[in-house]
T-cell receptor, first 114, second 116 residues
């Protein structure tokens, strides 16, 4: 079975542009998580979904960030407008909710905002 | 509040040495899970182990072993006979066992460098 798939793997954009990150979770998993990793702040949970419903978005830094999960096999994280401080590696992870915390991570998207 | 502390920021060892990565956690829950994840230089995060707070038995998997001590709120990770391929950042994490959420609280990570 394929692991968590993220696209793009690298994204370079200019400040003010819209950025959309994509994630396909592992088939059968019903929880999906978006994380951001930076040197300064480490791994931060941005938002997570159970059964396609957002459960906790308290980690979303501000209104410029939004996430959707229209179905069990696809999620997006959008930043509009992007700022240089959004530069980070964004990870998507999925799990089967009953397997508490056993999350499987995608390869990440390295975002650079100039 | 839940918290995970990995006091060791960086550790450097020579190949074949044993190394222990420390993890101390805080939680008010009586039931919880503990985890270790590995992040090699390639960047992906790899799940290594999950431990239920009810189960304090130590676990061994090949060269890896984990020591869970509830009395000291610690969940330490030992690599025996380290190899260069073990070089990575290792994260300890905690999650609650019940309720609607299954979010992970991560420590800040320990960078392990294994020199040949």
């Amino acid at each position: 079975d394929a692991g968590v798939i993220q696209s793009p793997r690298h994204e370079v954009t200019e400040m003010g542009q819209e950025v959309t990150l994509r994630c396909k979770p592992i088939s059968g998993h019903n929880s999906l998580f978006w994380y951001r990793q930076t040197m300064m702040r480490g791994l931060e949970l941005l938002i997570y979904f159970n059964n396609n419903v957002p459960i906790d978005d308290s980690g979303m830094p501000e209104d410029r960030f939004s996430a959707k999960m229209p179905n069990a096999s696809f999620s997006t994280l959008k930043i509009q407008p992007s700022e240089p401080r959004d530069s980070a590696v964004y990870f998507c992870a999925s799990s089967f909710q009953r397997n508490r915390g056993e999350q499987y991570f995608g390869p990440g998207t390295r975002l650079t905002v100039t | 509040a839940q918290k995970v502390t990995q006091a060791q920021t960086e550790i450097s060892v020579v190949e074949k040495e044993d190394v222990t990565l420390d993890c101390v956690y805080e939680t008010r829950d009586t039931t919880y899970y503990l985890f270790w994840y590995k992040q090699p230089p390639s960047g992906e995060l790899v799940f290594l182990i999950r431990r239920n707070s009810f189960d304090e038995q130590n676990e061994i998997s090949g060269r890896y072993s984990w020591n869970f001590q509830k009395s000291t709120s610690s969940f330490n990770f030992t690599i025996t006979a380290s190899q260069v391929v073990d070089s990575a950042v290792y994260f300890c994490a905690l999650s609650e066992a019940w309720g609607a959420t299954n979010k992970l609280i991560f420590g800040t990570g320990t960078l392990l460098a294994v020199q040949p």
